[in-house]
């Protein structure tokens, strides 16, 4: 399955690589946590319209492809550039189904995708509501999770437009993990609650990890 410009995702890459290193660099960590083949689901926490850039720039043995909100469709030229790198549109709080089916073709075409489970960007202090799109498509593809933990992103251009001058981004890759291997209980209830319980504790574990200062989720105890 064709989707974007591979040349165009490399020209992109390019130039968000050189844009990091003048606004204080990048560091990735355990990148190779992203399986090298096959369809995968990236879940990162979303702080920045720099998040999915500083994805691209770390997981460079796999071209990542993502769902978009439909908003960014409306300037025809970056709606133009974006599918070339590889996103698709997606009407939120819909329950798009065609944009949810095609992201299930691309999956299953070995595809890496790229889902924010918290759906928009937050403020960086904690973790947002967690939506059900990665889980259901977790559970519908048997294919692996892999939560991502970021810092930085949130202070070189955060969601209410307060930029810091230099910042450092670290992404941090956690383990991958399936739907089959947290649903182990009769109750889908309890298996649906496992699953987002594993994402969400994954996510903040790996953020702090990266120098995010995340406040505990309500059943931490705070050192």
């Not at 399955?1 to 040349?7: A, L, R």
């Not at 574990?205 to 990266?210: G, R």
């Given at each position: 399955?064709?989707?974007?410009?591979?040349?165009v995702y490399r020209i992109a890459v390019s130039f968000f690589d050189l844009t990091f290193l003048f606004t204080g660099g990048i560091t990735s960590r355990n990148s190779e946590n992203v399986p090298r083949h096959g369809g995968v689901i990236?879940?990162?926490i979303h702080l920045s319209s720099l998040d999915p850039p500083a994805l691209a720039c770390t997981m460079r043995h796999r071209r990542l492809l993502?769902?978009?909100k439909e908003e960014l469709w409306k300037n025809r030229i970056f709606g133009w550039i974006i599918r070339q790198i590889g996103a698709f549109p997606i009407r939120r709080g819909e329950g798009d189904r065609e944009a949810i089916r095609y992201a299930q073709l691309l999956l299953e075409a070995g595809n890496p995708l790229l889902m924010f489970p918290e759906g928009t960007r937050g403020s960086g202090r904690?973790?947002?509501a967690f939506a059900s799109g990665p889980m259901i498509m977790a559970k519908k593809t048997g294919l692996p999770v892999v939560p991502v933990g970021i810092s930085g992103t949130q202070r070189l251009l955060p969601k209410d437009g307060v930029k810091a001058a230099r910042q450092r981004i670290v992404v941090n890759y956690g383990h991958p993990f399936t739907w089959a291997e947290l649903a182990t209980s009769d109750s889908e209830k309890e298996n649906r609650a496992r699953f987002m319980?594993?994402?969400r504790q994954s996510i903040h574990?790996?953020?702090?990890?990266?120098?995010l200062e995340l406040e505990p989720l309500p059943n931490e105890v705070p050192a």
């Open positions: 399955m064709k989707v974007g410009s591979k040349v990236i879940c990162p993502a769902m978009a904690n973790l947002q319980t594993h994402l574990d790996l953020c702090v990890e990266a120098g």
